[in-house]
Antibody
Framework: EVQLVESGGGLVQPGGSLRLSCAASGFTVSSNYMSWVRQAPGKGLEWVSVIYSGGSTYYADSVKGRFTISRDNSKNTLYLQMNSLRAEDTAVYYC???????????????????WGQGTMVTVSS | SSELTQDPAVSVALGQTVRITCQGDSLRSYYASWYQQKPGQAPVLVIYGKNNRPSGIPDRFSGSSSGNTASLTITGAQAEDEADYYCNSRDSSGNSWVFGGGTKLTVL
């Protein structure tokens, strides 16, 4: 079965650090684009970061310089290292596979086709 | 960075047709993908590309696009379709993604 399972969330003080994990099964993390998406309480979805199959990484401006996405190919696991956490980072963090692609002469899309169940991160003193 | 704009809320009578729209400059280059999210659950992909449904998504869900606007149409809305719906696409930079603010669909 293809699935993603996140872990590592919890309560952390402002300025603190936390590392989220996302264990994949049924497919290979390193062969796919993998991403983190977050959702603050009562708010919409916000894209956070991506790691391409080739290893390139990109971040939303709101987390650039503070968060680091990585993967462990031997464990088939995706990570998000979060440093210098702020209250506004409080959210449910989802990992997702970008695994469904479409292209024609009019455009292109790649979709987040597999999502984990999410892990809650609360930044508060 | 690019933005995608959605109406915050839409309602539809049971069995009727509803269209949810998404506007943004990035949609001139990229097709939108659409996600359904029910309370306490992770999002689920319902439409991608020009008008493609993943396996298991009912055919009452369809997508379309024109210019800078993408639309998700539910033909014959069911009670179980009541949810939040989000559009997303790559950002104009090509190496980041953007989500719309979401549309809360109420089935009356």
């Amino acid at each position: 079965e293809v699935q993603l399972v996140e872990s590592g969330g919890g309560l952390v003080q402002p300025g603190g650090s936390l590392r989220l994990s996302c264990a994949a099964s049924g497919f290979t993390v390193s062969s796919n684009y993998m991403s983190w998406v977050r959702q603050a309480p009562g708010k919409g979805l916000e894209w956070v970061s991506v790691i391409y199959s080739g290893g390139s990484t990109y971040y939303a401006d709101s987390v650039k310089g503070r968060f680091t996405i990585s993967r462990d190919n031997s464990k088939n696991t995706l990570y998000l290292q979060m440093n210098s956490l702020r209250a506004e980072d409080t959210a449910v963090y989802y990992c997702a596979r970008i695994g469904t692609y479409y292209y024609d002469s009019s455009g292109y899309s790649d979709a987040f086709d597999i999502w984990g169940q999410g892990t809650m991160v609360t930044v508060s003193s | 960075s690019s933005e995608l704009t959605q109406d915050p809320a839409v309602s539809v009578a049971l069995g009727q047709t509803v269209r949810i729209t998404c506007q943004g400059d990035s949609l001139r280059s990229y097709y939108a993908s659409w996600y359904q999210q029910k309370p306490g659950q992770a999002p689920v992909l319902v439409i991608y590309g020009k008008n493609n449904r993943p396996s298991g998504i009912p055919d009452r869900f369809s997508g379309s696009s024109s210019g800078n606007t993408a639309s998700l149409t539910i033909t014959g809305a069911q009670a179980e379709d009541e949810a939040d719906y989000y559009c997303n696409s790559r950002d104009s930079s090509g190496n980041s993604w953007v989500f719309g603010g979401g549309t809360k669909l109420t089935v009356l």
